[in-house]
């Protein structure tokens, strides 16, 4: 319940301050609008006025929300195999180093936004197991040496499992739909809970999560500063920020060889594959609208995240970028 309160207080909050920045907006160039009775239609019609990018065409914020959300209802159940199709499974092999790269340790709580069909939730889980089954071996080595008192007394602690979860929020039902389907296929039936919220306005308390991960997504998010305020909220203080996400590559050759491939061949596996070009188009062109390397190192750093670096994989095809809550 106060969970609830406190997110009905962020809402207002920020509806407060959008209202009152696009009255702003529409006083200094609508002259049609004056702030009174008609006022609300003003601000509407502000935002709808509003415009940003949808691949490499101009629309309205409130249409590219709507389109990003068909898009990936439209691909979500081919989507797994589009991905291992597209990239010819070397984002398995990206994912990997992600997991390696975070190593987290059981205990730890993970939120995976954008994260619908669970690919990163799952390596988590596998991961933290490891990682649990290594510890209690190396305790079992190192009570070979104790007494049976002792190792009577130790074991109620030792066989006790620290918990770790990981929960998948995605703003998409139908990609959470098939990460359920792919759970219970797996049999994976607990660690893992699905949130349908929104990478703008998290869900969530302040300071839930030791970990925040985010692959291939932030760039279909119309606010990347608001999403990258709200990943910097819901971390705990010493939580890490981890972005996987489509890059610039850096070596010439290797770029045009990429855009070829990227533009001519990728839509077409979409029709193969998923009967959907469109989809698929917009996907290889809003990687070409996303920041590069270095201009989204300072966007997580100006949200407030230290330390702060990247590491490109693949000749800059993909990047990590890392930052921590201190």
Known sequence: MAASLRLL?????????????????????????????????????????????????????????KRVYKVFENVAQKYDIMNDAMSLGVHRLWKDILLHAMHPQPGARLLDVAGGTGDISFRFLDYVYYQQERQKRRATGSSQSLSWQDISDKYPDED???????????????????????????GIVSGVSWVVGDAEEL????????????????????????????????????????????????????????????????????????????SYQYLVESIRKFPDQEEFKGMIEDAGFCCVQYFNFTGGVVALHSGFKL
């Open 160 to 186: 006790r499992p620290q918990e770790s979860r990981a929960v998948v929020c995605d703003i998409n039902k139908e990609m959470l739909k098939v990460g359920k389907h792919r759970a219970d296929s797996m």
């Open 203 to 278: 869900p969530f308390d302040d300071d839930q999560f030791d970990i925040y991960t985010i692959a291939f997504g932030i760039r279909n998010v119309t606010h990347i500063n608001q999403a990258l305020q709200e990943a910097f909220r819901v971390l705990k203080p010493g939580g890490r920020f981890m972005c996987l996400e489509f890059s610039k590559v850096t070596n010439p050759v290797l770029a045009s060889l990429y855009d070829a491939y990227s533009f001519q061949v990728i839509p077409v596996l979409g029709e193969v594959i998923a009967g959907d070009w469109k």
């Open 9 to 65: 207080v962020r809402r207002l909050a920020r509806l407060s301050h959008r209202s009152i920045t696009s009255a702003a907006a529409n006083v200094s160039w609508r002259s049609g609008c004056r702030l009174g009775p008609s006022s609300s239609r003003c601000l509407s019609d502000a935002a709808e006025d509003r415009s940003t990018h949808f691949g490499f065409e101009t629309v309205s914020e409130a249409e590219k929300a």
